[in-house]
């Protein structure tokens, strides 16, 4: 079956450790997103990517990192800058930009990363 | 810029009652609107999307939602409760005039619980 996956499912790390949160899709979507979900905050968007070796920032970039060089690939780096990184990361997909269901995602289950 | 509001964070309804969970837009343009349902410790799933069709749209699992542009609304409904509807629904927005820039904006969300 077609999907997302995304490694780990949890992950603890200590303060002024960069940890890098996996996002596999053999869906063969040309977009791939990483959302931050916080309670009582919904979803933020950190980075997306819309092709091979491109990405943009989202609304909340700052002490995250990302790379996309391969289509089915699109790991986050949660780096020692974020100040508050405990929370949910949700990495999505959609087809290519541009065509009506370019607007409908689909997620990954998700990983939470605690800081200690 | 869009957004949406939903309003009530937290929805309690008994089984087999009228399940109303309400959602509001800003945006310059006529918008795509979606709402995702998301069970504890999940990525999110799309229950239905509004796309400038039909003003009444019908998804998964019973629910349905109708855009109305004079009130600004696009609140999700289902006629009859079940135990396995208790989740976290999020309600979001994009600019399908956006062409390779389609990104979702969030609601906040709301908790919805089924009281047996």
């Known amino acids: 079956d077609g999907g997302i996956t995304q490694s780990p499912k949890y992950l603890f790390r200590k303060e002024g450790q960069n940890v890098t949160l996996s996002c596999e899709q053999n869906?063969?979507?040309?977009?791939m997103y990483w959302y931050r979900q916080d309670p009582g905050q919904g979803l933020r968007l950190i980075y997306y990517s819309q092709i091979v070796n491109d990405f943009q920032k989202g609304d909340i970039a700052e002490g995250y990192s990302v790379s996309r060089e391969k289509k089915e690939s699109f790991p986050l780096t949660v780096t020692s800058a974020q100040k508050n990184p405990t929370a949910f990361y949700l990495c999505?997909?959609?087809?290519?930009?541009?065509?009506?269901?370019?607007?409908?995602?689909?997620f990954g289950a998700g990983s939470r990363l605690t800081v200690l | 810029a869009q957004s949406v509001t939903q309003l009530g964070s937290h929805v309690s309804v008994s089984e087999g009652a009228l399940v109303l969970l309400r959602c509001n837009y800003s945006s310059s343009v006529p918008p795509y609107l979606f709402w995702y349902v998301q069970y504890p410790n999940q990525g999110l799933q799309l229950l239905l999307k509004y796309t400038s069709a039909a003003t009444l749209v019908k998804g998964i699992n019973g629910f349905e939602a109708e855009f109305k542009k004079s009130e600004t609304s696009f609140h999700l409904t289902k006629p009859s409760a079940h135990m396995s509807d208790a989740a976290e629904y999020f309600c979001a927005v994009s600019d399908p005039t956006n062409f390779g820039n389609e990104k979702l904006t969030f609601g906040t969300g709301t908790r919805l619980t089924i009281i047996p």
């Open positions: 869906l063969n979507h040309d977009a």
């Open positions: 999505a997909s959609s087809p290519l930009p541009g065509l009506a269901a370019a607007n409908v995602l689909t």
